[in-house]
């Protein structure tokens, strides 16, 4: 089936330094991918959604200067949370879709990644 | 705007016992939906998902959800539950084509599994 990886699974960093973190699709190619934050017991909300070779689309009120988004190729996508603090500690997962009929839509989920900012 | 609600945030059920775990939506044309699970620290895993059809829906792990529009309803079922079922649920509805194929989340609902 389709896997998508992230790393690292977990970085904890001093506040005011900029952590990258990585969305691949390991076994297809991703048109789009999507990254998503969850705080803790809580559901995910949309961040931002990537497409390759082109700007990032960012949900209203996340700023597209803090959170970095690549999307370099059909496989990679990378979020950087630049200048990180306190309040960025969360859970981050990436998503990845292949295809562009509705009947691929479906989103593939990678593990996520744990940012503690300290 | 679309929403989805998960009414129940905790459910505890014994094992062995059914469950059955709600969802409601709101969105003004025929959605797709979906349910995941989330074990501890981990991503979300897809259990099912309705785009059109048979309005009872089964997916992996021995889940099953009804989809009625009647009720706007997705609700997830499973006679039998097992320990390894305990983790957070959450629906979903997407929008797709013009609306960049997103997804809107509930809530989510944490099913705690008694022995």
């Known amino acids: 089936g389709a896997v998508v990886s992230q790393h690292p699974s977990r970085v904890i960093c001093k506040s005011g330094t900029s952590v990258k973190i990585e969305c691949r699709s390991l076994?297809?190619?991703?048109?789009?991918m999507f990254w998503y934050r969850q705080f803790p017991k809580q559901s995910l909300m949309l961040m931002a959604t990537s497409n390759e070779g082109s700007k990032a689309t960012y949900e209203q009120g996340v700023e597209k200067d803090k959170f970095l988004i690549n999307h370099a190729s059909l496989t990679l996508s990378t979020l950087t949370v630049t200048s990180a603090h306190p309040e960025d500690s969360s859970f981050y997962i990436c998503s990845a879709r292949s295809g562009t009929s509705e009947w691929t839509a479906e989103q593939f989920f990678g593990p996520g990644t744990r940012l503690t900012v300290l | 705007a679309q929403s989805v609600t998960q009414p129940d945030i905790h459910i505890t059920v014994s094992e062995g016992a059914s469950l059955e775990l709600r969802c409601n939506y709101s969105?003004?044309?025929?959605?797709?939906l979906f349910w995941y699970v989330q074990s501890p620290g981990q991503g979300l895993q897809l259990l099912l998902k309705y785009f059109s059809g048979d309005t009872l829906v089964q997916g992996i792990k021995g889940f099953e959800a009804e989809f009625k529009r009647s009720q706007s309803s997705f609700n997830l079922r499973k006679p039998s539950v097992h320990w390894s079922d305990a983790a957070e649920y959450f629906c979903a509805v997407g929008r797709f084509k013009a609306a960049g194929n997103k997804l809107t989340f509930g809530g989510g609902t944490r099913v705690l599994v008694k022995p």
């Open positions: 076994d297809f190619q991703a048109t789009t």
């Open positions: 969105y003004g044309a025929t959605p797709y």
